[in-house]
């Protein structure tokens, strides 16, 4: 009983406020954020360091390069054959192969990804979008490895069904596939585009009379269109960059061609070739790897950069109109 009664006693007695903390000085301020600075300045500059290193690599080699190749030759000539006696190193079947392949993903997602983020935006119900979302989003989570199979093994032989003159190794699976892969990145950045722009704007349409088609199609799209583009310029260029499928499932013969039925070579995927074959070190085949992927390197920093500012005119955009 008496244990009960001290209990109950204790329970009783008012809690006791501790004082509240003294503010930190000015000077202790500044001291703690130098302290943070400090210890995150080293994390931003590896990434400068890193991306130095790269360029500078890239640079150097490409140079040696094209010491013994004429950049005439390189840009000027349309056969690529640097394995051969007579040697030709025109790099435009490369390109033709990786513009190829980035145009029938392209073709495949960015309808696909602007009409769900369309969807997901101005028609999908709260819980629709709760689940939709993350739905597209995991297939970003793939590994490209598992994607490649899929166009060798999946796509391939059903679309030779119906093509009877397609080849094993083609352009065109590997296509659909980078589609299927890029999807989810246009869905997102568009989505977010569309979401950006206000209320107000929706508003102001079916004020006027217009109907809900009528303000998704010539209100919100031109409204979130640098958004959008934005979009479609980063999937480009990760369609540009994409190495595994296009090794896999299109092949490995360079041609200028704009058939994607026919077996073709990207700039990644010769890359890949060359790089896993034990050519020697320092040799000339060795050094195109640098001069392809400088001109790789540069295609996609200008596709960012591009992409980057349009990003930047839209948060403008709805800065001003909010």
Not at 90 to 97: E, F, I, M, Q, T
Not at 157 to 168: E, K
Not at 177 to 194: K, N, R
Request: aromatic share 6%.
């Amino acid at each position: 009983m008496n244990t009960t009664s001290n209990a109950s006693a204790s329970h009783d007695e008012p809690l006791v406020e501790l004082p509240p903390a003294a503010p930190l000085t000015a000077s202790a301020r500044g001291l703690r954020e130098r302290v943070v600075e400090g210890m995150l300045a080293p994390c931003g500059l590896v990434s400068l360091v890193m991306t130095a290193g790269l360029v500078v690599t890239l640079l150097v080699e490409a140079m040696r390069f094209f010491g013994d190749v004429s950049p005439l030759a390189f840009f000027g000539q349309f056969e690529w054959a640097p394995r051969v006696q007579n040697q030709r190193f025109g790099v435009w079947p490369l390109v033709s192969g990786s513009l190829l392949t980035s145009a029938v993903g392209m073709a495949v997602a960015a309808p696909a990804g602007l009409l769900a983020a369309i969807y997901l935006g101005e028609f999908a119900s709260p819980r629709s979008r709760r689940w939709l979302k993350p739905a597209l989003e995991v297939l970003a989570g793939v590994p490209t490895i598992v994607f490649g199979y899929v166009a060798l093994l999946v796509v391939t032989p059903a679309l030779q069904s119906v093509m009877a003159d397609l080849s094993g190794f083609n352009a065109l699976s590997a296509g659909l596939v980078i589609g299927i892969m890029l999807t989810p990145m246009i869905f997102s950045t568009s989505a977010d585009a569309i979401s950006a722009v206000p209320d107000d704007v929706r508003e102001a349409a079916f004020a006027l009379g217009a109907d809900r088609l009528t303000t998704i199609f010539r209100v919100v799209l031109p409204a979130a269109s640098r958004g959008i583009g934005a979009a479609l310029l980063l999937a480009f260029g990760r369609a540009l960059g994409e190495t595994v499928v296009v090794a896999i499932a299109a092949g490995h013969q360079a041609r200028l061609t704009a058939d994607p039925t026919v077996p073709i070579e990207t700039m990644t995927g010769y890359v890949l070739q060359v790089a896993s074959s034990g050519v020697p070190a320092r040799t000339l085949e060795y050094q195109t790897i640098f001069a392809v992927g400088s001109l790789l390197f540069l295609i996609t920093l200008v596709i960012n950069v591009l992409a980057h500012r349009l990003r930047r005119r839209l948060r403008a955009g709805v800065t001003e109109v909010s």
